[in-house]
Structures are given as C-alpha cells and as structure tokens.
C-alpha cells in the first residue's frame, strides 16, 4: 500500500526534473546556435540570393532564346514569302510571345535606303525611323547574321531581335525586326519574385543603367551592408541585380533570439506543470489497467476495460479489451461448442439407431426372403427330388428306373442352382474369387441389365491394392448405389469409372436419370429415405472414406465413392 502511494510521486519528480533540464537546455544551446550561426545565415542568405539571381535570369535568357528560335522558325523560305505564310507565322509567334510588342520586316534598296516593308503591333506603337536608324541593321543586312540591339526611344529601354532574310541566291534580302520589351507583364512577374521583403529587382543595362525594375527599395538609396546579388543575361549584355537590406534578411533572426530570452523562463514553468499534467495523465490510465488486469487474472470476463486516450496507455488498454473479448469469446465458443457436439452425439445416436433398425429390418427381411425361397422353391425341389426317387425305387423295370433318375438328377441341379443363387445373394464368390473389379462388372450386369439400363465400366487398376475389410465396405457400397439406379432413377444409361487420385481409390456411378433433390435425403426420414445413403456414409466413414451425391431434378445423378488405401508399413 505504501510503495503503491510513493510510486506516482516518484515518477512525477522524475519526470519534472528531466522535463525541466530538457527544456533548459535546449534553450541555452539555442542562443548559443543563434549567436554563432548569425554570420552563417548572411552566407546562406547571399548565397540564396545568387541562385535566385542566375534562376530569374535563365528565365528571361530562356524567353529570348524561344523567340529567337520561333523567328527563326518563321521565317522559312522565298517561297513562303510569296504565299504570305511567313506573315501567318510572325503573327502567330507575336501573339504567343510574353515580351514582344511588335515585329517589322524591313527592306533595302539597292542603293542602301532601308525601309519597313510590313509590321504588325500587339502593344504601344512603332517609331519607323528609330527603327531603322539602329546601326545593327546595316552590319545584319552585310554580315547576315541575326543579333540584338538596344532600340532607342524616349523614356522606353526597349530592344530588337534581327533575322536575316535571305532570298534565292542567298543575298540577304530583308530582316525580320521583333521588338522586345523587357517592363512586359510576363518580365514584371518574374521580378516580381526576385524582390524579396522590402528590397528590389532590377534590369540594368552594359551603362550601369536601370532597364526595369520592381520592388519599393527602388527609390531608397543603397547601403554597403545590403545583401546584393546579380546574374548574367546571356542574349542582351544586361545583368539582373537583386538587393535586399541586411537588417530586414536577418530580422527574423534577431527577433526569434529575443523571443526565446522573454519565454525562456516562461517555458521552464510551463515544462514543469506540464510534467506534472503528463506523469498524472499516465498513472491515472495505468491505475485503471492495473484493475482491469486484476479482474480479468480473477476470471471475472464481463466487465469492460475502460476506456482510455489514443496514445500508448490507450493502445495498451485496447490491447487488453482485445484480449479480454477474445478470451471471453473463446470460453462462449467452448460452452457453444460443448453444447454443438452434445447436440451432434444425440443427432448421431438417433442417426445410428436409425441405422441399426433399418439393418436389423434388412437381416430379418433378408431371412424372410430366404426363408420363403427355401421353403417355396428349395424345399418343394427337394421334396420333389424325394418322391421322384421313390417313384425310381419303385419301377418295375430298368429303363423305367433310368427315366426317373434322369427327372430326379434334373430336380437336383436345379436345387443346386437355386442354392447358388442364395449365395451369391447373400455374397457373391466373384469378389472372393477374381477380386473387387470384376464382382462390380457382375453387380452392374445382375442389376442393372434386367431393369434394361444399358451399363458402360472404366476400371483403370490402380497399382496398390485395397484391404479385404475395404474392398468389403466399399463392395456393399456400390452395391446399395447400383440397387438404387435400378430401382429408382428411371435411368437408361449408367457410367460406372473406377480410378486412382492420389492415396485413395474413386468410384464414380452417373447415370441419366430424372434425379432428385439432395437436401430431401441430407436427413432419413420417418418412410426411411435416405437410410439407404446414410448406411453407404456409415460404411465408408468407418474405413476413412467419403460419399458424395450430386443431383438435381430431371439432371441425373453423380455419386462419388471414396475409399483411402491403406498407409503402408515403413518398418515392415
């Protein structure tokens, strides 16, 4: 009783202490972390904003290089010049285009006057005369090769993509000129990323000036101590510049260091009450278990193991209930099945009672009939036999005496025969005398060819031999099934296979007859229908085998006879 009572108090003064030292000194090694990973953080943070400065311009230096490669795509050959599809196809790839405000196609004269041949404008408009005072165009138009150049127009930092045209003698003919602009919605976006918090991204041209730029650091002034990262675009010699102030990158920092030296000793009191809260939410549960336990150890099965939180103790009493139901389930399924097998003993008794009587019924009608054909054929023979060699002792003369003793010797064999048949009634010397397959042939050809059935046998001898006491019981077997064909089925055909599957020995009996329904005879009845299949069942079960009857009304019927060899002797 005593140490029941200490216990939980020793567990929560552990666990106090252990949740206050754990608490404690994660928050000291975090200040530690906090003040010697400051200079880290400003690396990491550079370095993200590099990577974020190359990303941002692989982007646009991948818009470029897709327009690029659309106009070069577009532009195709004289003859499609001809047939306007070129134009088709600029159109298209100015309407696809995030950064494209315009494309022109500009000519030359034979004495160098350039001029616009055709243009088409998506946003803003065109100055024809900026366009062709671009000194780029001339040195396309000698060198034909395409290129980039700046387009210079008042308050626009706008540029121009160039494509040589070449007609059928490979002269360049005329430029495909696709303006660009780089303060686009789509550009706008993606800087849009790049200016983090309070700082800013920006397009800045080979003169070190502002091309476009977003963010509201855009019109503060820089200072030394801003994290400043850049990234290189590849088809115009621009660069994209992203500045953010050091103080607003590692403000979260300062403000976590402070944070956690106002709820450092906050969070030490609140450990301990709630070390306290957690040992007392884990001996309380671990009390109810221990009841529980005790009253299931006491056989006591009824009462429920209560219920407890989703977490280990409850896991643990789920356990428990689990175990308890089973267990309680397994005592329910011993008394049921005690009482099943109770039940099944007093179906079975009655089961061979009927049995018993039906045989006894048989043994006496079986004597009857033997009784009756000994006294109306056998004994009348005999007593016929006997007046006939009176009637030969009494002749006068020799040849009368022959003739009588040729009527009584007619008299006896027919005595003889009918003794004969007697036996092979009461048990046919075929079995005792060739063996079991040939004793099935006679008992389908005795029974079965007088009904007029029509009777097919597939014996395929098996390797192993059946026991004399098997060959019996399964002899009886068939015999009472063939009986019932005769007798019953109406049947004109009768397939009789006979095989070895595995260790046992099958008999198979089909035949076409109108059939019957099988749950009829499952239980014999009060006429005694279904003694007959039951006594079958009986014979086999006492020798390990098995009888199964397949069928249905106007379907035939399929019985299946199982008998197992015996298992032979490995010391013998």
């Known amino acids: 009783m005593n140490l029941d009572s200490r216990r939980p108090y020793s567990i929560r003064r552990r666990v ?35 990577v974020l400065a190359r990303s941002l311009a692989l982007h646009f230096n991948h818009d470029m290089r897709d327009t690029q490669s659309s106009l070069l795509a577009d532009i195709g050959t004289p003859e499609d010049w001809e047939g306007g599809h070129v134009q088709q196809a600029l159109h298209a790839t100015l309407l696809h285009s995030p950064i494209l405000d315009a494309i022109a196609v500009v000519g030359q004269d034979q004495d160098g006057t350039k001029k616009v041949l055709w243009k088409e404008l998506r946003h803003g408009t065109l100055d024809a005369g900026a366009l062709l005072a671009v000194p780029e165009i001339a040195s396309a138009f000698a060198s034909g090769r395409q ?15 160039l494509v040589p045209v070449r007609d059928w003698d490979g002269q360049v003919s005329k430029l495909v000129a696709a303006i660009a602009n780089p303060a686009s919605p789509t550009w706008l976006a993606v800087l849009h990323q790049g200016g983090l918090g309070g700082g800013s991204a920006s397009l800045v041209d080979d003169r070190a000036r502002v091309v476009v730029s977003f963010g509201p650091a855009t019109a503060a002034p820089a200072r030394d101590d801003d994290i400043v990262a850049t990234g290189e675009l590849a088809v115009v010699p621009w660069r994209l510049v992203l500045r953010q102030p050091r103080a607003e990158a590692l403000a979260p920092l300062e403000a976590q260091r402070t944070r956690l030296f106002i709820l450092a000793p906050l969070l030490l009191v609140f450990a301990v009450l709630f070390s306290w809260g957690a040992t007392h939410s884990v001996t309380e549960p671990l009390k109810a278990l ?38 309680k389930k397994s005592v329910d399924d011993l008394v049921q099945t005690r009482e099943i097998l109770e039940e099944r003993v007093l179906e079975r008794t009655g089961e061979l009672r009927l049995v018993l009587t039906k045989f006894v019924s048989a043994q006496e009608d079986e004597r009857r009939r033997i009784a009756r054909e000994l006294h109306d054929e056998t004994c009348q023979t005999v007593a016929a036999l006997g007046m006939k060699l009176d009637a030969a002792a009494a002749e006068p003369t020799q040849e009368g005496t022959r003739e009588r003793l040729k009527e009584a010797r007619a008299f006896a064999s027919r005595t003889l025969a009918e003794v004969h048949a007697l036996i092979y009634e009461l048990r046919p010397s075929v079995l005792d005398d060739l063996g079991l397959f040939p004793a099935i042939r006679w008992l389908a050809d005795h029974h079965l060819t007088p009904a007029g059935i029509e009777f097919r046998c597939e014996v395929s001898v098996p390797e192993r031999k059946l026991s004399s006491e098997r060959e019996t019981t399964l002899f009886r077997a068939i015999q009472e099934a063939i009986r019932n064909v005769a007798r019953h089925s109406g049947a004109t055909q009768v397939l009789i296979q006979v095989e070895e599957r595995a260790r046992e020995l099958l008999v198979e009996i089909e035949d076409d007859g109108h059939g019957f329904d099988t749950a009829s005879v499952a239980v014999p009845g009060p006429t005694g229908r279904g003694l007959g299949l039951l006594g079958m069942r009986e014979r086999l079960t006492i020798v390990g085998g098995s009888v199964e009857v397949m069928s249905s009304i106007d379907a035939g019927t399929r019985v299946l006879l199982r008998v197992p060899f015996e298992e032979e002797n490995p010391g013998g």
């Open 147 to 161: 290129g980039v150049a700046p387009l210079v127009e008042p308050k626009l930092h706008r540029f121009v993509f």
């Open 290 to 327: 221990g009841a529980a336990a005790r009253r299931i150890a006491d056989g006591n099965l009824e009462a429920a193991v209560p219920p407890q939180p989703d977490d280990e103790v409850g896991r643990l009493g789920r356990s428990l209930e689990t175990m308890r139901v089973a267990l």
């Open 16 to 50: 106090a202490l252990l949740v206050g030292f754990g608490a404690l000194a994660p928050m000291l090694v975090a200040l530690w972390a906090l003040h010697s990973a400051s200079n880290d953080v400003s690396v990491h943070l550079l370095e993200e904003h590099r």
